[in-house]
């Protein structure tokens, strides 16, 4: 049983900061070099999903790690409010189109866990609805694996409630961060022990484990989740294709 309070926030105590800073560089540019590979073979995809609080680093952790990769091998989709069309369809409907093809770096940056989420924490689907959505949901990355090749590395972006208050006044206090204010997110944070509640339950009901991220600091939050990208890509058998025996032939044209 995973239970969210049970985890840090933080960086663990006399963590380099210079070091975890320099470490994070390298490891970045060893990601653009994996998925230059992963693009020409297309043979594996990959699908990253971060989900967490707001302001919990969805779109910096997105930066940081894929910030030397071509953008012809990254697909990268936000989701927000479903528009009336998507509530037309079934939950995932919005969600299949944007899976990755083999190749490809998928980053969904809030996901189709959003419908487990933020409408059961304002009861706008019952516990029956949120079970069945929760099966499909298994079924669905099941199929991403089983199928495509696809392997889903799902991130709970860990953020403390005294360092959301921060990041939030920071919206408001600096001007440059000001378009990011949205007085919904001050809304959102008084449902925080609910939020915290459907999380912890989501993580222990998902068949593909999550893997929890410290975030309060930013330059510990880039450094553990492109160390895990890394990883992941790692654990593929990743090589550059080669010329076939009739491509062969073609040197002596050459």
């Known amino acids: 049983m995973i239970r969210l309070s049970d985890f840090e926030t933080r960086a663990p105590e006399g963590t380099d900061e210079k070091k975890i800073r320099k470490e994070t560089?390298?490891?970045?540019k060893e990601i653009q070099e994996l998925?230059?590979?992963?693009?020409?073979?297309k043979k594996h995809s990959l699908l990253v999903v971060f989900q967490g609080m707001d302001s919990s680093g969805k779109d910096g952790s997105t930066r940081e790690a894929f910030k030397y990769c071509s953008p012809s091998g990254i697909k990268t989709k936000g989701f927000g409010k479903p528009t009336d069309e998507e509530f037309a369809h079934d939950f995932l409907w919005r969600v299949h189109p944007h899976a990755p093809a083999k190749g490809e770096i998928s980053v969904f940056i809030r996901s189709?866990?959003?419908?487990?989420?933020?409408?059961?924490?304002?009861?706008?689907i019952d516990e029956e609805k949120v079970t069945q959505r929760i099966n499909a949901i298994n079924a669905w990355e099941e199929l991403l694996t089983v199928d495509n090749n696809t392997t889903v590395?799902?991130?709970?972006?860990?953020?403390?409630?005294?360092?959301?208050?921060?990041k939030l006044m920071e919206r408001i206090e600096t001007p440059r961060k000001n378009f990011k204010h949205n007085d919904g997110d001050w809304e959102e944070r008084k449902h925080w022990d609910k939020y915290m509640e459907c999380y912890e339950d989501v993580i222990n009901r998902s068949k593909i484990p999550w893997v929890i991220a410290p975030v309060d600091q930013r330059w510990y939050r880039n450094y553990f989740i492109a160390n895990k990208i890394l990883e992941t890509l790692k654990s593929m058998d990743l090589e550059y294709p080669k010329l076939t025996t009739e491509r062969e032939e073609w040197k002596k044209y050459v």
């Open 25 to 28: 560089k390298k490891i970045a």
């Open 35 to 41: 998925q230059s590979i992963m693009f020409a073979q």
């Open 112 to 124: 189709h866990y959003e419908d487990v989420l933020i409408q059961r924490v304002h009861k706008w």
């Open 153 to 166: 590395l799902k991130f709970y972006l860990h953020l403390s409630k005294d360092r959301q208050k921060e």
